[in-house]
C-alpha cells in the first residue's frame, strides 16, 4: 500500500512497526492459550511444567527480549529487514513479559485475581505509547531540540526548550503521584493531558492525595470529599467499562 510505503518504509519505522505488530498479536495469542488452558481444553497444550515446575512465559519473554534486543544492536542500521526480525522478536518478548507484570511486581501468581489486572493495563500502556511512536507523535522535548539543531533560524533559544521539557516532565511526574496514570503516561506525547492532571484533583488514595488531603485539616477534608466524590460518581463507572473491555479481550478475573 501507498500509506505504508509513505509513512513507515520510507521514515525508517519498519522494525518500529514489526515490534508493534508481533507484541500486539503475541499477546493475543498467549492470553487465548491461557485462556484454553484455564477452560481445561483438552486437544490444546497445557502449562509447561517439567518435574512438576510451572514455567511461566514471562521466562521466555525475557529470553526473547535479550535474543531481539542484543541482535538490533547488533545488526548495522542499513540492514533493514534483519532490523526488522529483531524487533519482531523483541516484540514477542515483551508480550510474553508484560503480560505477566503482575507477577513480576508482586513477586507471586496473581495472573487471575484482581491484582492481576495489572498486567493487562501494562500491556495496554505499551500498546497505546507504542502506536505514538509509530504514527510518528514524538515525545515532548525530542521535536524542539531536532528542530533547533537542525534549523538555527528557529527563533526559540536552546535553553528555552530545556525548560519546556523539564516543565513538562515534572508535571507528568505531579500527574502520576496524583494517580493518573494513562494521563501521565500519554501526557509525555500529549502534552496539554498533563497539564489537565497536574490542576485537577488527585485521585483518593494516590501519593499526592496522601501528603496533600490530610485528615486533620478542613482544607485537606474538603479536597478529600470532592476528590472521593468524583472517584464514586465520574472514574468508577468509567472503570467498569475498561474492566469490562480488559476481561472480554484477556478473560475473567476472579
Keep these: 500500500m501507498a500509506w505504508f510505503q509513505e509513512r513507515i518504509i520510507e521514515t525508517d519505522r519498519l522494525p518500529l512497526f514489526c515490534f508493534f505488530a508481533a507484541m500486539v498479536l503475541a499477546f493475543g495469542f498467549i492470553r487465548l492459550s491461557v485462556r484454553l488452558i484455564r477452560a ?3 486437544w490444546w497444550p497445557g502449562n509447561i511444567t517439567p518435574g512438576g515446575l510451572h514455567i511461566h512465559h514471562v521466562v521466555f519473554g525475557v529470553v526473547l527480549m535479550l ?17 526488522s526480525v529483531a524487533g519482531g522478536i523483541f516484540g514477542v518478548g515483551a508480550a510474553l513479559v508484560l503480560d505477566e507484570f503482575a ?4 513477586l507471586r501468581d496473581v495472573y487471575w485475581t484482581e491484582t492481576g489486572r495489572t498486567s493487562i493495563d501494562a500491556v495496554f500502556v505499551a500498546i497505546a505509547l507504542s502506536g505514538l511512536l509509530l504514527i510518528g507523535v514524538r515525545p515532548i522535548g525530542i521535536e524542539e531540540f531536532y528542530d533547533f539543531d537542525s534549523d538555527p533560524l528557529i527563533p526559540h533559544p536552546f535553553w528555552w526548550s530545556v525548560g519546556f521539557t523539564v516543565l513538562n516532565l515534572a508535571l507528568a511526574v505531579i500527574t502520576l503521584l496524583k494517580g493518573k496514570i494513562w494521563s501521565g503516561l500519554l501526557g509525555l506525547f ?4 498533563i497539564y489537565i492532571g497536574a490542576i485537577r ?3 483518593p488514595g494516590s501519593p ?9 485539616r478542613r ?21 467498569r467499562g475498561k474492566i469490562w473491555f480488559q476481561e472480554l479481550i484477556a478473560g475473567r478475573h476472579s
Design 190 to 193: 500529549l502534552w496539554p493531558l
Design 40 to 42: 481445561q481444553v483438552r
Design 103 to 106: 507477577l513480576i511486581l508482586h
Design 201 to 203: 484533583l488527585a485521585r
Design 208 to 216: 499526592w492525595a496522601r501528603w496533600r488531603y490530610r485528615p486533620d
Design 219 to 239: 482544607r485537606g477534608q474538603r479536597k478529600l470529599a470532592r476528590a472521593t466524590w468524583r472517584e464514586i460518581r465520574l472514574r468508577r463507572p468509567i472503570i
Design 67 to 83: 535474543i531481539g534486543g542484543v541482535a538490533s544492536l547488533a545488526v548495522p542500521p542499513d540492514l533493514v529487514s534483519a532490523r
